[in-house]
């Protein structure tokens, strides 16, 4: 079945840096589109980056220029490296899928970054 498992969260301070990771099983990773969103308390999920089956990005215009994502399809994961993170950022990152060949979209359950 199809599975996601984000890791890499965690506390940090303003203007440090983290790598979030979302390992995928399941699916047919590479031929997927692959997004990161957040959410933060009290508000709507949001979309924080994109990136297609042929590496073309996007990024929510708050992130752009601080966060890069990228993907490694021999391995099966997503990135999402966040760099001079500030305390806006603080959310829960999810990763997900999107128009995957013979599956649904999926969603993982989530890591929680806090910047202070």
């Known amino acids: 079945h199809v599975q996601l498992v984000e890791s890499g969260g965690g506390s940090v301070q303003a203007g440090e840096s983290l790598r979030l990771s979302c390992a995928a099983s399941?699916?047919?990773?590479?031929?997927?589109?692959l997004l990161w969103h957040r959410q933060a308390p009290g508000n709507e999920r949001v979309l924080v980056a994109t990136?297609?089956?042929?590496?073309?990005?996007n990024y929510l215009d708050s992130v752009a220029g601080r966060f890069t994502i990228s993907r490694d399809n021999a391995k099966n994961t997503l990135y999402l490296q966040m760099n001079s993170l500030k305390t806006e950022d603080t959310a829960v990152y999810y990763c997900a899928t999107r128009g995957c060949p013979g599956a649904a979209d999926a969603w993982g359950q989530g890591t929680q970054v806090t910047v202070s």
């Open positions: 990136i297609t089956r042929d590496g073309t990005t």
């Open positions: 399941g699916f047919s990773f590479s031929r997927c589109v």
